[in-house]
């Protein structure tokens, strides 16, 4: 069982930057995967950008070289550092993890509550 809880979210200008925090209950040591996922109004829900306790990344077409994604071990959480933020990064992000497996393909069976982020001039 793992609970997630994640904060960062706003309003932020195009151009500006974010950056999201996702604490996990327990050591990320003994989960697999964590990243966020993020869904817009009438758009389909996609993944961001992940890391695997080895730290492997993996990122979105859409936010390559815009976005970062680092993990703290000793606070049990993982960051997203988001810059040169564009109006269509606009939705909730959704933190995710699995104990087991990637997140890249199917998302992990553990959320966070979510947090939006708004880019508007």
């Known amino acids: 069982q793992v609970q997630l809880v994640e904060s960062g979210g706003g309003l932020v200008q195009p151009g500006g930057s974010l950056r999201l925090s996702c604490a996990a209950s327990?050591?990320?040591?003994?989960?697999?995967?964590m990243g966020w996922y993020r869904q817009a109004p009438g758009k389909q829900r996609e993944l961001v950008a992940d890391i695997t306790s080895g730290g492997s990344t993996n990122f979105a077409d859409s936010v390559k070289g815009r976005f970062t994604i680092s993990r703290d071990n000793a606070k049990n959480t993982v960051y997203l550092q988001m810059n040169s933020l564009k109006p269509e990064d606009t939705a909730v992000y959704y933190c995710?993890?699995?104990?087991?497996?990637?997140?890249?393909?199917?998302?992990?069976?553990?959320w966070g509550q979510g947090t939006q982020v708004t880019v508007s001039s």
């Open positions: 995710n993890a699995d104990r087991f497996r990637s997140i890249a393909t199917i998302p992990g069976i553990y």
């Open positions: 327990r050591s990320i040591f003994s989960i697999y995967a």
